[in-house]
């Protein structure tokens, strides 16, 4: 071959090269937990939701302002009080091509109302779902519900032909450790596809390039890398491995934004972190007292009022907390801040209340808690137990990943434990509807009052806002006096990233990566 011709031939490749090499944008994305699951019904937990909404739609969802607004239905109205119609999109195809209709949309409805799906108090007033032509689905509710757009906005829309073919008509049992094509394999409209699913270590997503909206982004592929140690975590992020960590550790802000190269983002997030106390079984799992201190509104206060919540706050959270006296934070409906007020920290007080029930040499009992999911979950937990001993309460501590600890709890195996709670539809229903109602499948401190179960119907129910926010009022004042959970602090969330990333930080924690740039 001649020399010239050659040097074209080396010029073109390198051309090619160098051109899909300045196209090809890839995120780097790392936490320290991973998704539990892909199956979108299975397991209604924070990071799970996260993986989730980069490849599956709902039919409303919350932009960037966390407004709701149209996403797979384009307009929606409802005829009667109980009677919502939705109007399709009629250019929507999943990622394998496959056109989305209104039996997709009913199937997943009825999907995420089954046993296994942890979405199913989500839309327990729906009644019926029926599909009226290709692109209209008629949804019927047993009560008006003035908040039904909230919580389809977290409902995802999966394909009734794709669930078929592999054997997901029904979630994934997760509590029992099911495993299905759906919780390795996802199949949706989103503006990403998955390509590579290895549990807790890498999950890639590559572009859609079948979405139906608009690309606001430029990037073709997003590698997630979930990383649980947080000095490796970090590390891997200053040494570039990594390009972007929602949940930067607060001990390490300082560092990263000495970094030329990085920067810290940090809002208050939409979620409240709390310790539980079963308050049903007759003993102790974990104690030595042959009953049950936490029956006692005494003890469960004198908890309370050990716990230096300001110390945590300046301590364990480097002042990136807001401490909490209910499980809800400002912007949902039914705050105030006058409930939000902590009791006040008082270890004599808190000696009192234990000798007045009966426990004046206080008990043993074992915390449970996650390492893997909120921002210093372990080091609060280690926290509190260093105050709890000045009470002559002796905790020991069992931390452990958020997969065994979910799991066990929802298997009632905890008599003391902590727990974070998000409120998705900025909604204090949905706080209710989980932790408060009787029976409820996250109320294990199995609390039960009859007065809060009426107030949780008149929230579901109940258009006429001064009623509904009358109830709501009543419900968290009830609540609030029980003293049922131990109420710790609202979360501050920090994104730490390359400073060429661009991933708007959100309230609710979770990246939308198709308003999402590298440049």
Same mark, same amino acid.
């Not at 199913?120 to 019926?128: D, H, L, P, R, V």
């Given at each position: 071959m001649k020399p010239k011709n050659l040097l074209?031939?080396?010029?073109?490749?390198?051309?090619?090269? $160098? %051109?899909?090499?300045?196209?090809?944008?890839?995120?780097?994305? %790392?936490?320290?937990?991973?998704?539990?699951?892909?199956?979108?019904? $299975?397991?209604?937990?924070? @990071?799970?939701?996260?993986?989730?909404? /980069?490849?599956?739609? $709902? +039919?409303?969802?919350?932009?960037? =302002?966390? %407004?709701?607004?149209?996403?797979?239905?384009?307009?929606?109205?409802?005829?009667?009080?109980?009677?919502?119609?939705?109007?399709? &999109?009629?250019?929507?195809?999943?990622?394998?091509?496959?056109?989305?209709?209104?039996?997709?949309?009913?199937?997943?409805? +009825?999907? $995420?109302? #089954?046993p296994t799906s942890d979405f199913?108090?989500? !839309?327990?007033?729906?009644?019926?779902v029926k599909a009226i032509d290709d692109y209209t689905v008629q949804i019927k509710t047993s009560k008006p519900n003035p908040i039904l757009l909230n919580q389809l906005s977290n409902i995802f829309i999966m394909s009734k032909q794709w669930s078929n073919e592999n054997f997901a008509v029904v979630p994934q049992n997760w509590d029992a450790g099911q495993e299905t094509f759906s919780a390795t394999n996802a199949m949706?409209?989103?503006?990403?596809?998955?390509?590579? &699913?290895?549990?807790?270590?890498?999950?890639?997503?590559?572009?859609?390039?079948?979405?139906?909206?608009?690309?606001?982004?430029?990037?073709?592929?997003?590698?997630?890398?979930? !990383?649980?140690?947080?000095?490796?975590?970090?590390?891997?992020?200053?040494?570039?491995?990594?390009?972007?960590?929602?949940?930067? @550790?607060?001990? =390490?802000?300082?560092?990263?934004?000495?970094?030329?190269?990085?920067?810290?983002?940090?809002?208050? /997030?939409?979620?409240?972190?709390f310790l539980g106390m079963d308050q049903a079984a007759d003993k102790l799992r974990s104690g030595n007292t042959g009953d049950n201190p936490f029956k006692k509104k005494e003890v469960r206060q004198a908890l309370y009022q050990a716990i230096d919540i300001e110390a945590i706050k300046k301590k364990v959270m480097r002042g990136l907390s807001e401490p909490a006296g209910i499980i809800t934070f400002?912007?949902?409906?039914?705050?105030?801040?006058? +409930?939000?007020?902590?009791? @006040?920290?008082?270890?004599?007080?808190a000696k009192k209340l234990l000798a007045d029930a009966g426990y004046p040499n206080g008990f043993d009992v074992e915390l449970r808690c996650p390492n893997d999911r909120y921002v210093n979950d372990e080091a609060i937990c280690t926290a509190v137990v260093g105050m709890l001993g000045k009470i002559g309460v002796n905790v020991n501590l069992f931390a452990q990943t958020k997969s065994k600890h979910f799991k066990e709890?929802?298997?009632? #195996?905890?008599?003391?434990?902590?727990?974070?709670?998000?409120?998705?539809?900025?909604?204090?229903?949905?706080?209710?509807?989980?932790?408060?109602?009787?029976?409820?499948?996250?109320?294990?401190?199995?609390?039960?009052?009859?007065?809060?179960?009426?107030?949780?119907?008149?929230?579901?129910?109940?258009?006429?806002?001064?009623?509904?926010?009358?109830?709501?009022?009543?419900?968290?004042?009830?609540?609030?006096?029980?003293?049922?959970?131990? @109420?710790?602090?609202h979360q501050v969330i920090s994104w730490a990233s390359k400073t060429n990333v661009n991933v708007p930080i959100r309230p609710n924690n979770e990246p939308l990566f198709r308003f999402s740039s590298v440049n």
């Open positions: 074209k031939i080396l010029l073109a490749f390198l051309f090619v090269f $160098a %051109s899909s090499q300045s196209f090809a944008k890839t995120i780097k994305w %790392s936490m320290q937990g991973d998704s539990l699951t892909l199956d979108p019904h $299975a397991q209604n937990e924070g @990071p799970t939701t996260q993986v989730s909404r /980069q490849i599956y739609e $709902a +039919l409303v969802t919350r932009g960037l =302002d966390m %407004s709701i607004g149209p996403q797979l239905a384009t307009k929606w109205k409802a005829v009667d009080p109980n009677t919502w119609y939705f109007y399709l &999109r009629e250019d929507v195809k999943f990622s394998n091509g496959q056109k989305m209709t209104s039996e997709d949309v009913v199937f997943s409805i +009825l999907r $995420a109302k #089954q199913k108090e989500y !839309i327990s007033t729906i009644s019926g949706g409209t989103g503006p990403f596809k998955i390509t590579l &699913r290895e549990p807790n270590t890498k999950t890639v997503f590559k572009k859609n390039g079948k979405w139906w909206g608009d690309v606001e982004h430029n990037i073709t592929e997003i590698q997630l890398l979930p !990383i649980k140690n947080a000095a490796t975590r970090v590390a891997a992020l200053l040494s570039g491995e990594i390009d972007i960590v929602t949940d930067a @550790p607060v001990q =390490d802000l300082a560092r990263i934004t000495a970094s030329a190269g990085h920067k810290v983002e940090s809002t208050p /997030q939409m979620r409240t972190i400002p912007g949902v409906t039914g705050y105030t801040k006058a +409930l939000d007020k902590r009791l @006040p920290y008082d270890v004599d007080a709890l929802k298997d009632d #195996q905890g008599d003391f434990y902590m727990l974070g709670w998000g409120v998705p539809t900025l909604d204090s229903h949905y706080v209710f509807h989980y932790l408060y109602e009787s029976g409820a499948s996250w109320n294990k401190v199995n609390f039960s009052d009859a007065d809060v179960d009426a107030a949780i119907r008149v929230m579901e129910g109940e258009v006429d806002l001064d009623k509904r926010n009358a109830a709501i009022a009543k419900a968290w004042k009830i609540v609030r006096d029980n003293i049922a959970y131990l @109420p710790l602090h």
